[in-house]
């Protein structure tokens, strides 16, 4: 497929980020923060935030300084992890005791995405579970007092509901039987719940999906939603093929049956690329995988604080590979749902267009 080529440095902090987290190497951010005004420091802590590598950075920065005899610098590191770890410690809490209630009322749950960056997690807390949204909403509201916020024609699609509880610092993302931009993956959501597995972090035990459910849920969140990439997506993958837990005849299965294998082919080609640029380190990726990629070469680029990638040259072809395998498997729901994916979009474009927000469509 014809995409552009990839011509777009990377911002600075993104830059010092990537030799952090994928490459070990703090000594360019130690020597960039050493001199940096205040400006500059919050722009790199945000920066990290945005990307869920705050654990990951700070703490080998922290490390680096305080080696190097920089106490001032060390001392703003560890004040900056100290309040993401105080925030995680919270977040853990509250989700275990959330995740405990509903299984304890029969209601099989899981966390996806989320937990996947540890030892950074993710801004909200996002469950799936198989029980209905008013089951889920009468027992949250019983047992911690959740209040559920506004939902948007695509969380509605989507069958996902958000909740606010007292002294949690995250919002809780509930999906209910459906996963995917429309609520069209219902196997695959199924899938996710049957193959869950075991999971602690510091002393709080979760259910999160298997590895290669892991890269699907990455896939339809960066190839099939926003089209744009964090670093944790790099080090999350990146650290499942290099530990050996991704089967990818497993992968390669489970994406055809849901007609993605062109989006986790591509998620893949990525990684890979980014990975091998800026950490000078391959990912050996079987060709049954790489062969179904829309494209053969980097084609990322940086808008603002992201790794976007051309949502024209992606996307129609992966909705269009999509929408046929699930024709083609006689799930006419599951076509119905994705039909409606393009008025959607459109009604959401033409209104962030006019009044610049579109969070009442998406």
Known sequence: MNVPANSTPLSTELHLLSGIVLAGDCRPALTYLTHASEQSRAAFCRAAHLHHVTVRSFRPLAEAASASGDSELAVWAREVLSQEESRIANVLNYGEAVCRVLEEAGYPVLVIKSLDHWPDIGNDLDLYTSASKGAVRSLLERR????????????????????????????????????????????????????????????????????????????????????????????????????????????????????????????????????????????HLPPSITDQALFDREVWFVRGPWLRIPVLATAPALYARQMAATFRHGDLRATFRLSLLPPLASAAKLTYLMTGNHHGIW
């Open 144 to 283: 911690f007092r959740a209040v559920s916020g506004p939902r948007t024609w695509g969380d509605r699609l989507a069958e996902k509901c958000g909740y606010r509880i007292t002294g949690l610092r995250s919002t809780i993302e509930v999906h209910h039987g459906r996963l995917g931009q429309t609520g069209e993956h219902r196997a695959l959501a199924e899938r996710f719940l049957s193959r869950r597995v075991p999971a602690s972090f510091l002393s709080y035990a979760f259910m999160v999906p298997a590895p290669e459910e892991r890269v699907i849920a990455a896939t339809l969140q960066r190839m099939y939603r926003h089209f744009y990439f964090r670093i944790c997506d790099v080090a999350n993958t990146a650290g499942l093929i290099e530990r050996d837990e991704l089967d990818f005849a497993e992968l390669h299965a489970a994406a055809s049956s849901a007609g993605i294998l062109a989006g986790v082919s591509s998620y893949l080609r990525i990684v890979a690329g980014y990975l091998r640029k800026y950490a000078r380190r391959n990912l």
